[in-house]
């Protein structure tokens, strides 16, 4: 059995049906219900990584682990220990940590401070561990759905600064493997796209798979400030406003570890727009 949390995103829930579509049983653990029907072979359980005492029947016969924080995780909730002795004293031998490039670039950034609990955690909890680093999301580009659809434009800061964002459907499928297969135990991978992309070109990107134009309107710093305060806390605003506007060489760099597990390229941001084509329509 392989224990996926976080079943519900856009990481988790292509990772429920990939172990399920490879003959695995699942346990799609989410804190509420699930908005889609489980694949054969998969079941779900509502328990919360908040909360250790919770993740008891999602646990039960489990031999592997996913380990992904949602967003307000990522500020608080129980040790990382507990919820790794939890694990540990349900039988998991293995565990796979869905982290951020950030802790190996930026490793004092206030906004990951949990993640780095969290691998720390990880690393000392006698399992069998994987750490999964990505960069930038391809998904991301969600932040520029209202734009798109209203006024045709991507309104963002930085257009001409690249970053090799990754498609989450990569990070799902290394999961997989890493879940599944030995020979991953103490590694930690970086995961990105094949190639770095600006903001400028992921709204022409967009605007070829809508078949449609798609402007771009630059942001500045200061404006992209006011923003992302209405959502953002300020230690996290300004750290992803560096990362965006002055990216440092490691940030920028391809990594060769999505082709080295999958055996294929990793996929590119156009091949993720075309998929989510419509959702800016």
Not at 93 to 117: C, F
Not at 131 to 146: C, D, K, M, Q, V
């Amino acid at each position: 059995m392989i224990v996926v949390t976080g079943a519900s995103g856009n990481v988790g829930r292509p990772l429920v049906e990939a172990l399920a579509a490879a003959g695995e049983k699942v346990t799609a653990v989410s804190r509420n219900p699930l908005s889609h029907d489980l694949p054969e072979g998969a079941r779900h359980v509502r328990a919360d990584l908040a909360d250790p005492s919770t993740l008891g029947p999602a646990l039960e016969g489990a031999e592997a682990l996913f380990l992904l924080l949602a967003g307000d995780l990522l500020g608080g909730g129980a040790p990382a220990v507990e919820v790794l002795a939890a694990a540990r004293e349900a039988g998991v031998r293995r565990v796979v940590l869905l982290s951020s490039q950030i802790n190996a670039t930026r490793p004092d950034a206030l906004s990951h401070g949990r993640l780095r609990e969290y691998e720390e955690a990880v690393r000392g909890s006698g399992l069998d561990w994987t750490i999964l680093r990505p960069g930038g999301f391809a998904s991301n580009a969600y932040a520029w759905i209202e734009s798109v659809r209203t006024q045709r434009a991507v309104i963002a800061p930085f257009a001409d600064v690249a970053l090799p964002v990754v498609d989450p459907a990569d990070i799902s499928a290394v999961a997989a493997v890493v879940l599944r297969e030995d020979g991953h135990a103490g590694r930690t991978y970086e995961l990105t796209g094949p190639a770095a992309v600006t903001p400028r070109e992921q709204a022409a990107t967009l605007a070829e798979a809508l078949g449609e134009e798609v402007g771009f309107v630059e942001l500045t710093r200061e404006q992209a400030r006011e923003h992302m305060a209405r959502f953002m806390p300020e230690p996290v605003i300004d750290g992803t406003l560096d990362i965006l506007g002055e990216p440092l060489p490691a940030e920028q760099r391809v990594s060769p570890d999505v082709e080295r597990l999958l055996g294929r390229p990793a996929g590119s941001f156009a091949g993720w727009a075309q998929r989510n084509a419509p959702a800016f329509a």
